[in-house]
């Protein structure tokens, strides 16, 4: 399975904005990006997703590079509830449910 | 809109035994998968269902069993408990198709001691 990398972990303040990265080196040009997020004591929770092109929701947005190999996921404004783990992963095409995690990053949001 | 329910949230059993695990899919899906998450690491996938069949299988042994039912709901079994089987077990549900995202649930906290 292709492979991504993230930070173990990293702090915002409120109402800042935040960049999530994720580097993702061997993706394939059918690979999809996925963000899921887990917030404690919960399931993963789907964020966002892409292929090429940056992507907006009401959750965050997903910005994409050029050359695929790497993408950042924006939250535009951290509150508290925001606090999780962001996991980025690729989704294989044909494999429908199968997601691999990695460890993910998780953030920390302070007043 | 009721969103993927697991049942029971926490079990407690001993080595060796059986455990039955449930999952009532998010109202309008048909495909229901399942995870393993231990402590501290990302959710591990163990099978997903679809028409009452197993579609795809991650790198679980053969006592990591399922069934899904007529109305989409889903069961994951383990026998032979180990103690390393101890971990969140997620149940995740989506519509049949590559770019659907998955609606997980809250998830059954099984030790084993």
């Known amino acids: 399975d292709a492979k991504t990398t993230q930070p173990n972990s990293m702090e915002s303040n409120e109402e800042e904005p935040v960049h999530l990265p994720c580097n993702h080196s061997t993706i394939s040009g059918t690979d999809y990006i996925h963000w899921y997020r887990q917030l404690p004591s919960q399931g993963p929770e789907y964020v966002i997703h892409?292929?090429?092109s940056n992507v907006n929701n009401r959750m965050a947005s997903l910005a994409i590079a050029e050359d695929r190999k790497s993408s950042t996921l924006i939250l535009h404004r951290a509150t508290l509830r925001d606090a999780a783990v962001y996991y980025c992963i690729l989704r294989v095409t044909g494999t429908a449910s199968k997601l691999t995690f990695g460890t993910g990053t998780r953030l920390q949001v302070t007043l | 809109d009721a969103g993927v329910t697991q049942s029971p949230t926490h079990l407690i059993k001993t080595r060796g035994q059986q455990v039955t695990l449930r999952c009532s899919p998010k109202s309008g899906h048909d495909t229901v998968s399942w995870y393993q998450q231990a402590l501290g690491q990302g959710p591990q996938f163990i099978f997903q269902y679809y028409e009452e069949e197993e579609r795809q299988r991650g790198n679980f042994p053969d006592r990591f069993s399922g069934h899904q039912f007529p109305n989409y709901s889903s069961e994951l079994n383990v026998n032979a408990l180990l103690l390393g089987d101890s971990a969140l077990y997620l149940c995740?549900?989506?519509?049949?198709?590559?770019?659907?995202?998955?609606?997980f649930g809250n998830g059954t906290r099984l030790t084993v001691t």
């Open positions: 995740a549900s989506s519509l049949e198709g590559f770019s659907s995202p998955l609606h």
């Open positions: 892409g292929l090429t």
